[in-house]
């Protein structure tokens, strides 16, 4: 527990409202739980603009009032603003030419004091809470609120966000079926998820794809391709095939050996230090037309996965965080994230919710197909 953890007494007056990361649908509804929330209670709520770096710009932090957050529950992105560069503990900076990161951490902790704020909300995924985590142990009081579309993150049994994503995968999928069988083809789905196989491994289930690969489990690509060949033989004449934008998948190339593919075709790191991935799908389609003979389509979803009109489950899941947000700034209870248990809202300590990522339990694969083969 940091410093500011301890503090209890008279109410909070003034808090800082900040999203960071990438945006996911249901951010909106957090943010107008905890202003409403916080306006309910006589507080004044600052919205800062994309990511904390936001703290360190005047025309990047406003009071919030009821009218910003009026008609937004049903939309996506964050109305804050978000970015996954600006680690304040490594800032990218570009003087005379030269790119560089610098330390402006101390700045943002003067800052938050010296505009009066007493409490920082901050709703992001895995790189966004770290950095919380760190601004905590610095004296910010802090509460975390867990997003991603990825659901990754530990101490949390779902994100908001990961269910709209599901359904625009599965909305996607179901169209790119009538094609696929329409000209007797195999289309290859690239998923987003980072290092886990959630987005996946559940769509996957969602539209009964042919394979799933994802990075927790490795694949052996002509395994993949005998599959194929087996059902295209017994009467199905098309093919999905789901794969993880981090899939761990291996290949025999013509001399036998075996051979692993390249999640990252940029090789770019973000400023959380995550490696951008992508381009694993296509990679997976060409060996798939090579192996099997079977004309075979790439689609990369892409930010699609991470756009539109949240689904009911996330804006009442990011509405009921944001309300347990708020509560926690009542009590003064800082350096909490609030996450979902079951079905009821909790609060567990920040620094453990961001110590691991969470993976997909291989469950999942089983019930996603290989116990119906
Ligand atoms: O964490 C969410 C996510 O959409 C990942 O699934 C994906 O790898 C990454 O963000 C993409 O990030 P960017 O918006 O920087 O391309």
Redesign the pocket.
Known sequence: MNEAAGQKGSDVKRIGLVTG??DCPGLNAVIRAIVLGALNRGWEVFGIERGFEGLLYHDRVYPMNRHHVKGIIHTGGTILGTT?RGNPFSLRVVEDGVSRQVDVSHRVVEEFHRLGLEALVVIG?DGTLRIASSLAAMGIPIIGVPK???NDLSSTDFTFGFDTCLNTVMDAVDKLRTTAESHRRIIVVEC???HAGWITAFSGMAVAADAIMVPEKETLIDDVCELLKARRTSGKKYGIVMVS?GATIKFRDESGNIKTLDVSQSGRK?DFGHI??GGIGKQVAELIKYKTGIETREVVLG?L??GGSPSAYDRVLGTRLGVHAGRLALKKDFGKMVALRGMNIVAVPLAEAVGQMRTLPLEFLDEAGEFLR
């Open positions: 990361g990438g996954n995924g991603t579309i990825d987003m998820g980072r934008e973000d951008q991935l930010h996965q991470r």
